[in-house]
Structures are given as C-alpha cells and as structure tokens.
C-alpha cells in the first residue's frame, strides 16, 4: 500500500469554525490531490500540488485553501467551515517521473459541520 | 464539458455470475482512463490504467478494456468478496485533473 496517512480521520466541528486537515506521504511523489466524496457526486477535485509550494485550484476549491511547504505535506484548510463541506476528503498523490500518472488515495478524513 | 458516466449504479450477482460494468466518457481529450475498487470506509484502490484504445488489461477475475468512447470492466465468474463500489476516472490530456464517475456498487451474492 501506498504510504499515505490523513488525520485526523474523523472530526465534528460548528460552522464559522476553521478546519485544517492533513495528508502525510512516505512515497516522495511529486503531485498531490484533495479530494471531497459526496452521495451522488464523483470524486471532486478541490486542489492539486505539484511541488513545494506549488498549487493549483480544482473544480471545487471556493472555501477551501491548501499548502505545502514540504514534499510529505499537504493541508487542506477551511477557514470558516459551512454544513455544505460536510463530506469524506481524499488525500492522493502521483508520481508521472515513474512513467504513470496512477493516483494512490489515502483512507479519508469524515468531516461533519454541525 | 467534461464527463464521465458509469452504469449501472448498483448490481447484484449471484456467485459465478459473470458481469459487465460501463464507464463512458465524453472528455476534451483522454490522457488515461483509470479503474478503481473502494471499500465501505476506505480509500479507492488502484486496479487498471489503460491508455490506448484497444488495450486491455486483467487482474484475477477482472478484465478492464478501452474504446475511443468507454471503458468496460468485465467480471468473470465473480465472488462475494468482489462486492465493492468500483470508480472510473478520467485523466484529462495535458493535465493533472481527473474526472471520477459516481460509480457501480457491486453486490455478489453466495
């Protein structure tokens, strides 16, 4: 398995609150992804990082911010949290310089916004 | 705009019975089409990247194949412990962004 780990792994919070979610990977991939999982919906991208400090904005990134000031690290924040960002977030990273573009998926984060 | 539809939602088969699942997609431009099996609770597992039209690629009791259209993962002779919800995603040309389709659960029973 991919050395992938998300925390915390579940977590209740109000809204107006501030979240921050982490994703940790021992694989030194280069690119790394959060994604939300909701009933009916696919995976969504929220944001992708392709080096430190380097990140780009997915198809559902308002509300969300990111950041990754080293190669393991990549957080996810919510500054003001809403009952709409109640969902399952996905950590995934990739590595093409291995000549596949193949994402690995952590083992989710359930966030509840009350 | 940029979809991916996979059919049917849920399936239930019995033991031994062999099956299909679809994924089609209607992308800009197809740089690889992905299969995936997600457990109740769990991430998605990695199964197949396919690239190429025509390819096709197997794993047990699971063959993944690639038209210019859709994808297909064919199950042979199915278990109960292939039940799973199992994800297509599409990698878009030039890019790192990948469509997900809402998935087919899979229930197989014994």
């Known amino acids: 398995d991919a050395g992938i780990t998300q925390s915390p792994r579940h977590k209740v919070t109000e809204t107006g609150t501030p979240v921050t979610l982490r994703c940790h990977q021992t694989?030194?991939?280069?690119?790394m992804y959060w994604y939300r999982q909701d009933p009916g919906h696919g995976l969504r991208l929220i944001h992708y990082?392709?080096?430190?400090?380097?990140?780009d904005k997915g198809e559902v990134s308002d509300g969300y911010s990111v950041s990754r000031s080293k190669t393991e690290d990549f957080l996810l924040t919510l500054e003001s949290a809403t009952s709409s960002q109640t969902s399952v977030y996905f950590c995934?990273?990739?590595?093409?310089?291995?000549?596949?573009?193949?994402?690995?998926f952590g083992p989710g984060t359930r966030l509840t916004v009350l | 705009e940029d979809q991916v539809t996979q059919s049917p939602e849920a399936l239930r088969l019995q033991e031994g019975e062999s099956s299909s699942l679809n994924c089609s997609y209607t992308?800009?431009?197809?740089?690889?089409l992905f299969w995936y099996r997600q457990d109740p609770g769990k991430g998605p597992e990695f199964l197949f990247t396919?690239?190429?039209a025509g390819e096709e690629k197997e794993k047990e009791r699971l063959k993944a194949t690639l038209t210019k259209k859709e994808s297909f993962l064919h199950i042979t002779a199915p278990k109960p412990e292939d039940s799973a919800t199992y994800l297509c995603?599409?990698?878009?040309?030039?890019?790192?962004?990948?469509?997900f389709g809402t998935g087919t659960r899979l229930k197989v029973l014994a």
């Open positions: 990082s392709y080096g430190v400090k380097d990140t």
């Open positions: 694989e030194n991939h280069r690119y």
């Open positions: 992308v800009s431009g197809l740089r690889g």
């Open positions: 995934a990273i990739s590595d093409p310089s291995g000549g596949t573009d193949t994402q690995y």
């Open positions: 396919l690239y190429s």
């Open positions: 995603a599409a990698q878009l040309s030039g890019t790192y962004k990948y469509i």
